[in-house]
Every structure is written in C-alpha cells, then in structure tokens.
C-alpha cells in the first residue's frame, strides 16, 4: 500500500488527510486480515503523539486501538503483537461488522442491546448491558463500567443483536467519542 493508497481509503471514508505532512505508515496483514498503522500528525486537527491502528477491510474509519509514538517500534513483528486475536473474528457484513457469538457466549446473551464485552484473548468472558444499570445511578455505573474497561484494556463496545456482536469497537483512552457514546447510552436506555 503506498501513501497515496492510504490518503485515499481515508478519503474515500471522509476523512481527508492533510497532505502536507508526510505520511508514516505500515500496513501487515494478520489472520488473513489487512491492518494500516498511522502516526496521527496527518489530519487537520491538532494530531496526538500517538500510532493508530485500522482495520482496512471495512467501510468503517475508525481507530481499533492506539500507542504513543515515542518509542514506538515499526517492525512487523512488533505490530502483528499488537493486533489482538478479537479482530480476526470480525466479519463485514452489508449492514456493519460483526461477530457471531460462540456457544459458550450466547449463555452471555441477554436479548438486543449496547453492551460492553470482556474479553480474554479472542472470547467474550462478560457482558455488560448498558441499558440495565439501575434507574438514578446510570451515571456512576457507566462511569464505572468505562473505568474498568479502560483498566483491564480488553474490551469492546456493540450492539447484541440476533446472537451477534455488532459493530465492535475496542474500549480505549484514546477513543473519547466513544466513551462520551458509552455514556450518553447508558441515559437514554
């Protein structure tokens, strides 16, 4: 993939690259799946010190994951390492990405809702629904929930739906809108 290749899948997903900064990238494919890593100095807002990660078979602009860009390694190896095993259960589907819940998770299935989901390498251990915490405590317990995801640093934000987990998106520091999203929520279930 060359530079002009990742200015335009960001392109193509609405998010321009500022093309006077030089672009640093490396893409690695990992469990038959194609991921760019990007220092983020290249958008037209004020950029983070940080290294992103993206999955690049979706339609989906979003970062999975992100690492501070001092000290950080390029080496394929060094970045496959930092691909967790979660992706790879991922499927594109035509209405979002998903993934099908295995039979030990579907005893973790409560009906349709957002939930956050523990994980521990690539299997769903819990799940959080976020439209169950208790009438006049929404708040703290979100805030809670957020608290301990961020802590554990294994976890993921979706929809469950049809024994699937929709739209995933990995919980992390880096990712304010989704925290804000988790909240927000929480509220209005």
């Known amino acids: 993939m060359t530079?002009?290749?990742?200015?335009e899948w960001f392109g193509n997903r609405?998010?321009?690259?500022?093309?006077?900064?030089?672009l640093t990238f490396s893409v690695v494919k990992k469990c038959g799946q194609n991921w760019l890593f990007l220092k983020d100095d290249c958008h037209d807002f004020e950029g983070y010190d940080w290294v992103e990660s993206y999955y690049l078979d979706t339609n989906c602009c979003e970062p999975y994951d992100g690492w501070k860009a001092k000290g950080f390694?390029?080496?394929?190896?060094?970045?496959?390492?930092?691909?967790?095993?979660?992706?790879g259960r991922i499927k594109i589907g035509e209405a979002c990405d998903y993934i099908d819940l295995n039979t030990t998770e579907n005893n973790l299935y409560q009906g349709c809702g957002w939930a956050i989901a523990h994980t521990q390498g690539d299997v769903i251990t819990k799940l959080i629904y976020v439209n169950?915490?208790?009438?006049g405590s929404e708040e703290e317990e979100a805030k809670a929930e957020i608290n301990d995801a961020l802590e554990s640093g294994n976890c993921w934000f979706g929809m469950c739906s049809c024994h699937q987990f929709c739209e995933p998106r990995k919980i992390t520091e880096n990712d304010p809108k989704l925290l804000a999203r988790i909240m927000r929520l929480s509220m209005e279930d």
């Open 3 to 7: 530079e002009h290749d990742v200015r």
């Open 14 to 22: 609405g998010y321009p690259l500022n093309e006077k900064v030089k």
């Open 73 to 87: 390694s390029w080496k394929t190896e060094d970045l496959e390492a930092l691909i967790d095993t979660m992706e």
């Open 132 to 135: 169950q915490f208790e009438l």
